[in-house]
Each structure stands twice: as structure tokens, then as C-alpha cells.
């Protein structure tokens, strides 16, 4: 088994691969080369933590595995460690042998900041300007920071509950060299696209706060009962995902379906539109939101690509198991 440590993840997984990744393996997923099993996911009754694991097979790129971890919420607080903690654990698909342990944590941030990319090169108008962030937790900066490589914005836009902690949005825009206004939620109708990256299970925005025309990736939600957009958004926006099975059960999707607003039909593969099977988006003034649930083949597919870039590198170790 080869074991690659969290603390190596920074020197092997660039921005570039993991959206090189994510976009290929959405494309697999699509075309029926690829499937995630069902995902577990529970609220374990001890320190408020959601714990599960996320597992599937890409029978092209030949990934086999799971992520197991989850989300404690007072890490940061009480132990100055990050919420979110997980590990990789790799198969080979041809005898069932574990083949690799690979450090989840970076890796999540990296590949969950590709999946909002790749939407945002897919669906967003050519002509976005402007920026917005809804959160500014843990996730939002590396989610900023790839969307600001994948298009070319004028400004960035943030709010936050919390609003101090937008001086971390502030830095990453000014890397770029772009102004940061932190700003209103009733503000945030300025934003061309919106990345909401909040762990609320209450709505914290909606139809009233987008404009026409805005891409907005849901990247915040990931379990049942969670709820980042207000049903009435999603009905008014054209949905795509990365897996129906996931959107409509745990992601963003699950309400607007629950309300009978939409059908499980009305949800569009972002792995389509990649494709070419699907168009994308269809007009300048549609709203198109990309419900980001998080899926395991992503996982898989960064964590391969990482493997073999630190056997190249000869990071890691390789342990007799
Ligand atoms: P974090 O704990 O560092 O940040 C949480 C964010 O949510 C902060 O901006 C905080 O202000 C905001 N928030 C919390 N409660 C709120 C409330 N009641 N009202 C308004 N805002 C509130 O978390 P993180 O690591 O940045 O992760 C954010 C979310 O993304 C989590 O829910 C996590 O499970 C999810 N996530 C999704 C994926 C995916 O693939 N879709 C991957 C990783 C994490």
C-alpha cells in the first residue's frame, strides 16, 4: 500500500490537476463510464459531527475506493484543527487489494474548489464581471482562488455572517490583483456568479438577492436537511449537478424536489454539458445554478492523479500491508 500524508498533499496536487481531474471524471460519470455507490452519511450523537463515507468505481480511469471522514464543527474552535477531516483509501480494481492511503483534507478543499470551476467555465456568461462569495469559512478561499484562475472577473463581492472573517476573501482577491467589497446580502444581485460555501441547514439567500442572467454554484450542502438557496431560487433557475442520485436525496436540489417545485427530471448533468450532450445555458438572462453535493469518484480521481505524481516524485512510502 502506498501512503501518501496529508502533509505532502500541497507539494504534489496543483489547482491545474485537480480541474483537469474533476472535469474529466464529471465527463465519465456522465457517459455511464463511471458511478458512485450510495453515500453514508450520519450524525454520530458525539462532538455535533457528521461522519460517512463516500465510495465508487470509474471503470475507465480504473479508480476504485472510498473517502471516509466527515465534519466537526468545533474543531477549529477547541483544537485549532480544520472542520472537515478525511482520508482516501484506493483499491486495485482487479484483485480487491488496498493500493493507497492518501491524506482527504486538502484534497476535499482542492477538488470540492475544481467542481465550482469547472461549473463556472461551463455555465457562467462569457461576459461575468463580478464576483460574489457567500461564505467564508474554511472552504471559501481555496473556492475563490480557482474560480478567480478559471475566468476573468473585474471585482469580488462577499458576505458573510460573520463579516471579520472576510479579510481572508479580501487577501485572495488582492493575489489577483482585484478590489474586495464586502457587502449586504441584498447586495449580492451586483454578482454575475456566486459560489455559496456555507454549512447552514436554514437558507441564507434567494431569488430576491440574484439577478438574472447569475451562475451560482451551491457548493455548502452535502447532507440531508442541509439548505444554502431558498426553494424559491431553485425553481426559478435552470439546476445542474454533479450526480441527480445525490442532488435530489442530499444537495441542494432535495427541497425544491420534496416541494414538488421541480422532478428529479428537471436536474441536469454538469457532466453532459461537458460532453456536449447537453447545450448549457440556454439564454443571457437564464439563472443557472450548479448544486456542487460532493460526490466520491472526485475523491478517487484526485487522489490516483496524486499517488502517481508522488511515486514519480518519490513522496510517500510504501508499506508491506
Ligand atoms: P467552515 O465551518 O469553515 O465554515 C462554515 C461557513 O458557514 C462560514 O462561512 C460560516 O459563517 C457559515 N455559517 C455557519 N452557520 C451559519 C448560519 N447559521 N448563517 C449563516 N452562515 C453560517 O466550513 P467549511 O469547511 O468552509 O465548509 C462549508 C460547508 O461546505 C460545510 O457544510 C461542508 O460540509 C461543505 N462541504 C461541501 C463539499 C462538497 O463537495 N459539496 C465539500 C467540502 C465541504
Redesign the pocket.
Known amino acids: 500500500m502506498y501512503i501518501v500524508p496529508e502533509s505532502a498533499i500541497a507539494d504534489i496536487l496543483t489547482r491545474r490537476d485537480a480541474f483537469e481531474a474533476i472535469e474529466k471524471v464529471f465527463a465519465a460519470m456522465s457517459a455511464g463510464d463511471a458511478y458512485n455507490f450510495p453515500v453514508i452519511r450520519e450524525a454520530i450523537g458525539h462532538e455535533d459531527a457528521?461522519y460517512g463515507f463516500k465510495g465508487g468505481f470509474d471503470g475507465k480511469g480504473m479508480s476504485l475506493g472510498l473517502k471516509a471522514g466527515g465534519?466537526w464543527?468545533h474543531n477549529?474552535e477547541q483544537r485549532g484543527l480544520?472542520?472537515?477531516q478525511s482520508t482516501v483509501f484506493l483499491f486495485d480494481a482487479d484483485t480487491g487489494k488496498v493500493a493507497a492511503m492518501v491524506g482527504g483534507n486538502l484534497l476535499?478543499?482542492l477538488r470540492?474548489a475544481a467542481?465550482s470551476s469547472v461549473s463556472i467555465k461551463h455555465l457562467a456568461r462569457k461576459d461575468a464581471k463580478v464576483m460574489g462569495m457567500i461564505?467564508?469559512?474554511?472552504?471559501?478561499k481555496f473556492q475563490l482562488r480557482a474560480a478567480l484562475e478559471t475566468h476573468s472577473f473585474d471585482k469580488v463581492i462577499g458576505w458573510?455572517?460573520?463579516p471579520a472573517?472576510l479579510t481572508t476573501l479580501a487577501d485572495v482577491a488582492a493575489e489577483f490583483g482585484l478590489p474586495f467589497e464586502a457587502v449586504a446580502l441584498d447586495e449580492m444581485t451586483q454578482a454575475d456568479v456566486v459560489i455559496s460555501?456555507?454549512?447552514?441547514f436554514?437558507p441564507?439567500f434567494g431569488a430576491a438577492h440574484i439577478s438574472a442572467g447569475t451562475h451560482v454554484a451551491c457548493?455548502?450542502?452535502?447532507?440531508i436537511g442541509?439548505q444554502e438557496a431558498q426553494t424559491d431560487l431553485l425553481a426559478k433557475a435552470t439546476i445542474f449537478t454533479d450526480e441527480i442520485a445525490q442532488s435530489v436525496t442530499l444537495g441542494e436540489a432535495q427541497h425544491v424536489v420534496a416541494a414538488g417545485l421541480k422532478t428529479r427530471g428537471d436536474i441536469n448533468e454538469l457532466g453532459a454539458v461537458i460532453n456536449g450532450a447537453h447545450a448549457g445555458r440556454s439564454a443571457d438572462d437564464e439563472i443557472t445554478l450548479f448544486d456542487?453535493?460532493?460526490v466520491g469518484l472526485?475523491d478517487l480521481a484526485v487522489s490516483a492523479s496524486i499517488v502517481e505524481i508522488a511515486k514519480a516524485k518519490g513522496i510517500g512510502m510504501e508499506v508491506d500491508f
Do not use: E, F, W
Request: net charge positive.
Open positions: 457528521l465534519y464543527p477549529l480544520i472542520n472537515h476535499t478543499a470540492t467542481a461564505g467564508a469559512g474554511h472552504q471559501a458573510n455572517r460573520n472573517a460555501i456555507t454549512s447552514v436554514s441564507v457548493m455548502g450542502t452535502d447532507t442541509k456542487g453535493t460532493g472526485q
